[in-house]
């Protein structure tokens, strides 16, 4: 049974930084799986944020790149979502969301709280 659980969320003023943590357990293994970022506004669409593939190649969305940064840590079996130079449009639900190699399961995080004031 695979689980992630997101943290690291909360309030920050605009121009702060926020390091969010999307924890694997189960049979998912971060060396093994490519995971992504979604963020959720209030009213908006759902939006790909970032994604890191298993060789750690990483790419993140036009509206948050060079501020954001998708990383790993293989031991401690998690990915990190690191944010920089934050915006009041940053403010969302952000998700984790990630799938084994060779499998077609996509697993999702309960999300975390990001705010940004102005």
């Known amino acids: 049974q695979v689980q992630l659980v997101e943290s690291g969320g909360g309030l920050v003023q605009a121009g702060g930084s926020l390091r969010l943590s999307c924890a694997a357990s189960?049979?998912?293994?971060?060396?093994?799986?490519?995971a992504c970022w979604y963020r959720q506004a209030p009213g908006k669409e759902r939006e790909l944020v970032a994604f890191?593939?298993?060789?750690?190649?990483?790419d993140t969305a036009d509206s948050v790149k060079g501020r954001f940064t998708m990383s790993r840590n293989n031991a401690e079996n998690t990915w990190y979502l690191q944010m920089n130079s934050l915006k009041p449009e940053d403010t969302a639900i952000y998700y984790c969301?990630?799938?084994?190699?060779?499998?077609?399961?996509?697993?999702w995080g309960q999300g975390t709280q990001v705010t940004v004031s102005s």
């Open positions: 890191i593939s298993r060789g750690r190649f990483t």
């Open positions: 189960g049979s998912i293994r971060c060396n093994n799986a490519m």
């Open positions: 969301a990630a799938r084994n190699t060779g499998d077609t399961v996509v697993y």
